[in-house]
């Protein structure tokens, strides 16, 4: 069966220091990668996705980035945090299998800015 | 901008049917309707998903109207482990760059 791993669980930065989240899938290959954001109280928010290695989209200008270096591992970084990075980051996985495809979600990766 | 409109918040009594809405009178005819469910600090947890007819899967029903404009999702014997923030999302687009929007969901109480 599929599993996705998301670490570190939770996350305390300082403003203007960099960012790496990680998050990978076990058990398929050449899954869609996804990252979300959550604020407090909030729905969630599609910041990247990608559907191959070096297959990144943005959705919402900011300073964070994503990077593909494995086919079930997809990163998420930024240069200098800002106080508004804070939220609750979810990676999910799709099997890309077309119009019924589904996306499943890692256990999340709470960040606070301070 | 999330297609979906939900009641903010709903409860239950445990065992009895827990009965969601939700209204996506813009849904195009290929797109699909997703639900998912959050627990407290964790992933979204998948439920379910239909396009036209009725679905009923371990975990829920999922009743689409004839004119797709509204839908329900049915918890039919719910329990205090039900509680969560329930969303309901029109998938956008057909291709492998689909995207899921997720608008405030409902906060489910189920009360012992």
């Known amino acids: 069966s599929q599993t996705i791993h998301q670490w570190p669980a939770t996350l305390v930065q300082p403003v203007g220091s960099p960012l790496s989240l990680e998050c990978t899938v076990e058990g398929t290959s050449n899954p869609n990668l996804y990252w979300y954001r959550q604020a407090a109280g909030r729905g969630l928010q599609l910041l990247f996705y990608?559907?191959?290695?070096?297959?990144i989209s943005s959705e919402v200008p900011q300073n964070l980035s994503a990077s593909r270096p494995q086919d079930r591992q997809f990163i998420l970084s930024s240069k200098k945090l800002l106080l508004s990075d804070s939220g609750f980051y979810l990676c999910a996985w799709s099997g890309g299998w077309g119009a019924t495809d589904t996306q499943y979600f890692g256990p999340g990766t709470r960040l606070t800015v301070l | 901008d999330a297609k979906t409109t939900q009641p903010p918040s709903m409860d239950c009594a445990e065992g009895r049917a827990a009965n969601l809405p939700c209204n996506h009178s813009?849904?195009?005819?290929?797109?699909?309707v997703y639900w998912y469910r959050q627990i407290h600090s964790q992933g979204p947890q998948y439920i379910i998903h239909g396009l036209k007819n009725n679905e009923t899967n371990e975990m829920a029903s999922l009743i689409i109207t004839e004119d797709r404009k509204s839908s329900t999702l049915i918890l039919p014997h719910a329990t205090l482990r039900d509680t969560a923030v329930y969303y309901c999302?029109?998938?956008?687009?057909?291709?492998?760059?689909?995207?899921?929007?997720f608008g405030s969901g409902t906060r489910l109480l189920v009360r012992p």
């Open positions: 813009t849904i195009s005819g290929n797109e699909y």
């Open positions: 999302i029109v998938r956008v687009g057909m291709d492998s760059s689909y995207k899921l929007i």
């Open positions: 990608s559907i191959g290695i070096d297959q």
